[in-house]
C-alpha cells in the first residue's frame, strides 16, 4: 500500500521546479489562456479569413506540432530539462510574432503561425513533465505535477478572463492581446531556462539506445481518457445549445465550474489518492468519466427547463473524473518508464495525448449529429472499455 503523502505547499512548489518556475507556469498559462479565446476570431475578423479556413490552418497546426514529439523525446533523454520547457515556450513567441505580420487574406502565414504554436504547445507537456521528474520522487512527483496542473488552470481561467472582456474592444483590442501574448511567453521561457535543470545525460553503456517502453494498451486508453478535456469547451456547449436551446449562461457557468473545480481539487484528490495504485486510480477515472456522460444521457432526456441544470449538476462528476485522470495518467507513465528513456516515454504518451485532443473535436461533433444516444451512449463504452485497459496494464 503506497504512503500517502501530505500537503505542505513550500515544499510542493519546490518539488515542482522552485517559485522562479512556478512564475513561469502562471504567465505561461495567462499567455495561453489570453490566447485560446482569441485566435479563431484573429484569422477571422483581422485577417479576413473564412470560418472553415481559420479552423483548418489551426487543426492543421496541432496536428503538425504533434511531429516534433520524437526530437522532444530524444532532446530530453540527453539530459535537458528546463532548456526544453523555455524552447516550447519560445517557438510559441515565433507563432505570436507572425500574427501582426500576416496580411490580411494569408492564410499560408496564419497556418504557419499556428504550426509554431502547436509545436510550442504539443513539446511542453512531456518538457515539463520530465523537469518535474527530475526534481521530485515517487507520490511527491505526483503531487508536484498536479500543483502544476493548479497554477496552470489558474492563470488559463485568468487569462480567458481578460481576453473575454477585451474582445468587445475589436480588431485594436485583438492585436494589442496578441502581442501581450507573445511577451508573456517570452516573459516565461527566461524565467523556465533560469532555472537550469538538466539531468544525467544516458551513455552508450548505461542504455542511451535503449528503446522505450511501448505501453501500447496504455496510450490507446488514453486515446479515449483525453476527449474528457473538451466535454466542458465544445461537447457541453453545444448539447446545450444545439438539443436543449439553454441560454449560453449554462455553458459558461460549466465551463467556469470546471476551471475552480480543478484549481481547488486537483492537488487535495491527487495527494488523497496516493495511498492507491496509480493504475487502480486511473481506472477508477475511467469509471467516474464512464457514469457522467451516462448522466449526461439523462439529463439531456429531461429536454428543455430542467434540461440545462441537470447537465451543469452532472458536469461536476465528469470533472471529478478529469481530476482523478490528469491525476494519475502522467505519473504512472513517469513511474513506468525506466529515467534513461523517460523523455520519449512521455513524448509518446504527449502524441497519444495531442491525437486524442485534435481529433475530439471532430468526433464529438459527428457524434452529436447522431443524437444523445449515439454520443454518450459512444462515450461511455469506449472509456468504460479504456478503464478495463487501463486497470489491467500493458
Request: one cysteine or more; aromatic letters at 6%.
Amino acid at each position: 500500500m503506497a504512503t500517502t503523502t501530505k500537503i505542505r505547499p513550500r515544499a510542493l512548489v519546490r518539488a515542482s521546479g522552485g517559485p522562479r518556475y512556478a512564475l513561469a507556469l502562471a504567465v505561461d498559462a495567462l499567455g495561453t489562456g489570453l490566447l485560446r479565446p482569441f485566435l479563431l476570431l484573429y484569422g477571422v475578423t483581422v485577417l479576413g479569413l473564412s470560418g472553415p479556413v481559420t479552423g483548418i490552418a489551426m487543426t492543421a497546426g496541432v496536428v503538425a506540432g504533434l511531429g516534433c514529439l520524437p526530437v522532444v523525446g530524444r532532446w530530453l533523454d540527453r539530459g535537458a530539462r528546463s532548456t526544453v520547457v523555455a524552447a516550447s515556450m519560445l517557438v510559441r513567441v515565433l507563432g505570436v510574432a507572425l500574427l501582426p505580420a500576416t496580411p490580411a487574406g494569408n492564410a499560408w502565414l496564419f497556418a504557419t503561425a499556428a504550426l509554431f504554436l502547436g509545436i510550442g504547445n504539443q513539446a511542453w507537456p512531456a518538457a515539463h513533465a520530465a523537469l518535474v521528474a527530475t526534481i521530485a520522487h515517487g507520490r511527491e512527483r505526483d503531487a508536484a505535477l498536479a500543483t502544476a496542473r493548479t497554477l496552470r488552470n489558474a492563470g488559463l481561467g485568468a487569462g480567458g478572463l481578460v481576453a473575454t472582456a477585451c474582445l468587445a474592444g475589436g480588431t485594436t483590442a485583438l492585436q494589442a492581446l496578441a502581442a501581450v501574448t507573445g511577451l508573456a511567453y517570452l516573459t516565461a521561457a527566461a524565467l523556465a531556462w533560469s532555472v537550469h535543470v538538466q539531468a544525467r545525460p544516458a551513455t552508450a553503456e548505461a542504455g542511451a539506445d535503449e528503446p522505450a517502453p511501448r505501453m501500447r494498451a496504455l496510450l490507446a486508453a488514453n486515446l479515449v481518457y483525453v476527449f474528457c478535456l473538451n466535454v466542458p469547451e465544445i461537447a457541453l456547449p453545444l448539447v446545450l445549445a444545439t438539443q436543449l436551446h439553454a441560454s449560453p449562461v449554462w455553458s459558461a457557468a460549466v465551463f467556469v465550474a470546471n476551471t475552480v473545480l480543478v484549481v481547488t481539487l486537483q492537488v487535495p484528490v491527487t495527494v488523497l489518492m496516493s495511498r492507491f495504485p496509480r493504475r487502480t486510480v486511473l481506472a477508477v477515472a475511467g469509471v467516474v468519466l464512464t457514469a457522467s456522460y451516462l448522466g449526461f444521457l439523462a439529463a439531456t432526456s429531461l429536454g428543455h427547463g430542467w434540461g440545462a441544470p441537470a447537465v451543469a449538476a452532472v458536469s461536476v462528476v465528469c470533472t471529478l473524473g478529469e481530476i482523478l485522470y490528469a491525476g494519475s495518467a502522467t505519473a504512472l507513465v513517469a513511474a513506468l518508464a525506466p529515467v534513461r528513456v523517460l523523455g520519449r516515454a512521455l513524448a509518446r504518451f504527449q502524441l497519444s495525448t495531442g491525437f486524442g485532443l485534435a481529433v475530439s473535436p471532430a468526433v464529438i461533433t459527428a457524434l452529436a449529429a447522431r443524437g444523445p444516444a449515439a454520443l454518450w451512449g459512444g462515450l461511455a463504452a469506449a472509456t468504460l472499455l479504456s478503464a478495463a485497459v487501463a486497470g489491467a496494464g500493458g
